[in-house]
């Protein structure tokens, strides 16, 4: 079984090659592809990221900034594994925890999303923490789910659930998009624990409380329409 490993990466040459060695290093009982979308970046993350050559790993250039969710879908486009998982470029999640998340996969479940609130979690921006949980219960409200992380950057599913699923995120809502449309799909979301370690505004955070508003219409849209 093939995994594609999908990085989107804006602004990211701190992060950029220390989370590609994690990812690297990460030992599965999958063939690994690794396709890192580079979304306009302005400082040094094109220049590094054109330096690599390693045939396991794929990297696409935007020529201007797109948002996350394009990255994504031009990742997605790209991949060609059984099994797609996304991987954030900021270095907030650990590729140690692959074989967790990647189990329930290999037993039969078509989606997996590793939730960061099943364990001892500690909010750096109590405010976010919120929303989050906020954008969840709307979620499990709409959609008759019992999820407990809907904006997680770890999502994990076979190719195959996304078979007729068109995706048109932009930005930041890639998350609730995906997840109604698996979800009105009848896929059945396994999560497991994962850990989590959020980074400062100061060191390159970016998401805002803007696309948490953004979030909770597109929850709704994609309830209702395609």
């Known amino acids: 079984m093939k995994l594609s490993i999908i990085m989107p990466a804006y602004n990211e040459e701190k992060n950029i090659l220390g989370i590609l060695k994690k990812v690297e290093r990460v030992k599965l009982h999958f063939t690994k592809e690794i396709i890192i979308v580079d979304d306009g970046s302005k400082d040094r993350t094109r220049e590094i990221l054109k330096k690599i050559r390693k045939k396991q790993i794929k990297i696409f250039f935007h020529e201007k900034n797109r948002g996350k969710g394009a990255a994504i879908r031009t990742g997605i486009s790209k991949a060609s594994g059984d099994v797609i998982l996304i ?4 270095d907030e999640y650990d590729p140690n925890e692959y074989p967790k998340l990647l189990a329930p996969i290999l037993k039969g479940a078509t989606v997996v999303y590793g939730s960061r609130f099943t364990g001892r979690h500690h909010p750096r921006y109590r405010f976010y923490y919120l929303g989050n949980k906020i954008l969840t219960l709307l979620t499990n409200f709409l959609y008759a789910s019992r999820i407990t992380d809907m904006e997680t950057c770890y999502k994990v599913f076979r190719r195959d659930a996304l078979n007729g699923v068109v995706l048109r995120a932009k930005r930041f809502d890639f998350e609730p998009e995906i997840t109604a449309k698996l979800l009105k ?16 505004f ?25």
């Open 87 to 90: 991987q954030d470029a900021d």
């Open 185 to 200: 799909n009848s896929h059945n979301i396994v999560e497991v624990p994962i850990s989590y370690r959020s980074r400062s």
């Open 202 to 226: 100061k060191e390159g955070k970016k998401i805002t409380w803007k696309d948490g508003i953004k979030a909770m219409f597109y929850l709704v849209k994609y309830r209702f329409t395609d």
